[in-house]
């Protein structure tokens, strides 16, 4: 039943901005880490940053001090402020939950919203 819904995806120029959205369902959303990721075609899926249940935020080296990631645990929403948009920057961008197990000997699950389209226009 856990569920992620991804929003805020568009096509933008080069050098425009935009804020993706995650909503997760199913989950105590304050106590998952949460992420978001990227694929563009022929390509693998990257990470592009993570923040975790504490607010403590990773962003790949593509990312970090154009991209901005945050939480509002009240909306269990996880948005992706992108800014100085590349072309490179286009692709499919995932939003990832990682729910924590039940005990510390069991492994968290990992969930993936369907994605949304982001597109720079060269």
């Known amino acids: 039943q856990v569920q992620l819904a991804e929003s805020g995806g568009g096509i933008v120029q080069v050098g425009g901005s935009l804020r993706l959205s995650c909503v997760s369902y199913?989950?105590?959303?304050?106590?998952?880490?949460m992420g978001w990721y990227r694929q563009s075609p022929g390509n693998q899926r990257e990470l592009v940053a993570t923040?975790?249940?504490?607010?403590?935020?990773n962003y790949a080296v593509s990312a970090e001090g154009r991209f901005t990631i945050s939480r509002d645990n009240a909306k269990n929403t996880v948005y992706l402020q992108m800014t100085s948009l590349k072309p490179d920057d286009t692709a499919v961008y995932y939003c990832?939950?990682?729910?924590?197990?039940?005990?510390?000997?069991?492994?968290?699950?990992?969930?993936w919203g369907q994605g949304t389209q982001v597109t720079v226009s060269a």
């Open positions: 990832k939950a990682d729910v924590p197990p039940p005990t510390v000997e069991a492994t968290k699950k990992h969930y």
């Open positions: 199913g989950t105590i959303f304050r106590f998952n880490d």
């Open positions: 923040i975790t249940s504490g607010g403590i935020s």
